[in-house]
């Protein structure tokens, strides 16, 4: 649920306020049919609109079909009814099964209509709640025609989105806007053949990655040919060389991007929390594997007794660990290795655990925050909602402004602070919850590896 802001947000970036509506409806109500999501959406677009203007029903319609297409919905699992289900117990639980080619199917509904506003006076003329009249079907008696199926927001295919994103933004940083730009051409053209899962996406031709870049980006194909190629050589290992044909086979290794962009978390954590000299050590032993701290003082060019402090500093943190390699059985001291070394998987889920921890600090302090001025918050409502129906009555200004200072000075101003620290604390929820999807997608792909 932290994450759903980013969902939302990255549906509007891709398919406008309609998309953005779609979505935050499938997952604030966790599944809806078609017809409903569609109703729904367009009476939410006719409110915003101006007066005597309407959002066709049509139009949210065609989105929806874009984001199924997309992935970025997918149609519930039903369930399973065996065909002998008179003979033996019925099982526990109910078993959910769908049809792979069916996930992305979109009904054929011929929905005709427009959205509406909401009026108080019809509500009252009626004789009902606002809660049940969305469930009146459209201006008929007729049985809904998409009724059983069910629709979901796809939440793999937007964390696929958001790796994409991560992995666009380190080449951007890594090398330069082309750079990023081929690689987002290379990851558009593997969103539908690639599952969100996969360790690699399928191998691309050079003269395929040519034509799918967005027109009007003035490349050569000569000057892409070396971008591959410059991309394919970078130590990193985000882009690999797969085969020569079409012009050069090149796939993207999720695992090695993910693996990168973990260690870079995990070397911006020991540079904040430590300083540059820490983290040039946690580099250096990284690099080389195994190190004995005389050779870590050497390498890193680092007084001695600075070096034993910071190698101890890192190790009671768990960001390195130390191996002990015995000469003889009895485990002396005297005669055993002590190698420092970086397990990349531990300590990225040590990492990973203290996110967690600040994520329910972050949450805990915002709804301290909010208990400690409930009351202040409670008039500031009330007189925002005075203020509003006055409005509506066409109120003077002098009239407003009287109504205006029922809240003090001094209150206004714990107010604005009370404002500030709750978006602070929303924002870090959020910066934390980028880390903590990077962690988590890192650990999925080397456990699934091995």
């Known amino acids: 649920m932290l994450r759903y802001p980013r969902y939302i947000y990255t549906t509007k970036a891709l398919y406008g306020d309609t998309g953005e509506l779609i979505v935050e409806e499938l997952l604030l109500n966790g599944k809806m049919t078609m017809s409903a999501v569609v109703k729904k959406v367009a009476d939410r677009l006719t409110e915003t609109v101006e007066d005597g203007k309407t959002m066709d029903y049509a139009e949210v319609s065609n989105t929806f079909v874009q984001l199924a297409d997309t992935r970025f919905v997918q149609r519930c699992p039903m369930v399973h009814i065996p065909e002998n289900s008179d003979t033996g117990p019925s099982p526990p639980a109910p078993s959910l099964v769908i049809n792979e080619k069916d996930m992305y199917l979109v009904p054929k509904l011929s929905l005709i209509g427009k959205g509406k506003r909401r009026r108080s006076s019809d509500e009252d003329a009626a004789g009902e709640p606002k809660a049940k009249r969305p469930k009146r079907p459209m201006d008929s008696k007729e049985p809904i ?34 750079s990023s730009e081929i690689m987002r051409a290379m990851l558009r053209m593997s969103e539908v053949t690639t599952s969100s899962d996969a360790p690699f996406t399928q191998p691309l031709s050079s003269n395929e990655i040519f034509r799918s870049l967005p027109v009007g980006y003035n ?37 090695k991007a993910l693996a990168s962009l973990a260690i870079a978390t995990l070397e911006s954590v020991i540079q904040e929390r430590f300083g540059s000299r820490c983290a040039r050590i946690f580099r250096l032993v990284l690099q080389k594997k195994h190190l004995e701290q005389k050779q870590v003082e050497d390498f890193a060019m680092i007084p001695a007794k600075e070096a034993k402090d910071m190698l101890y500093k890192m190790l009671s943190e768990n960001f390195i660990s130390l191996q002990e390699i015995p000469k003889t059985p009895d485990h002396a001291p005297s005669r055993t290795f002590y190698l420092y070394t970086v397990n990349v998987l531990s300590a990225v889920r040590m990492l990973l655990h203290r996110c967690y921890k600040s994520v329910s600090n972050l949450i805990e302090r915002r709804q301290f925050e909010t208990k400690e001025n409930k009351r202040l918050l409670e008039k500031s409502q009330r007189v925002e909602a005075i203020i509003a129906s006055v409005q509506a009555t066409g109120a003077e200004e002098a009239q407003l402004q009287e109504i205006e200072e029922m809240i003090t000075a001094p209150e206004r101003q714990q ?24 962690l988590e997608s890192y650990i999925e792909s080397t456990t699934k590896r091995q």
């Open 145 to 178: 025609p998409d009724d059983g199926i069910y629709w979901q927001a796809n939440l793999d295919r937007f964390h696929q989105h958001f790796r994409d994103q991560a992995i666009v933004s380190a080449v951007a940083n890594r090398m330069d806007q082309t």
């Open 219 to 255: 490349i050569s194909k000569q000057v892409l040919d070396q971008y591959l190629t410059l991309l394919a050589d970078d130590p990193l290992e985000f882009v690999g060389k797969s085969g020569d044909s079409g012009g050069g086979m090149y796939i993207i290794n999720f695992c």
């Open 415 to 438: 107010l604005e602070t009370l404002k500030r620290n709750v978006n602070k604390l929303d924002a870090s929820e959020i910066q934390v919850d980028e880390t903590i999807f990077l």
